[in-house]
């Protein structure tokens, strides 16, 4: 499973991709779905409150990380 903020646009490269190497398709879930799964109430309160206070670069790596920050916060609360 790949999570995604933008699954649509993912999912369209990621099986470009995966064709190509003769591999098959593979689901990506939009990422606030994942959090739901693994999140209590409460923790997905502190992961939107601490994404909110976090800039958004709009770039790949730094809004990873910006992501994982926040989750790796409402995980310790």
Known sequence: MV????PEF???WLNRLLAVAGLAPVPVQHFSQG????LNDRQL????ERL???PAPHRTGPDSARFTEALRYALTM
């Open 3 to 6: 999570f995604s903020d933008q």
């Open 10 to 12: 993912e999912t369209h």
């Open 52 to 54: 909110m206070r976090l």
């Open 35 to 38: 959090l739901e799964e693994i």
């Open 45 to 48: 309160d502190f992961y939107h």
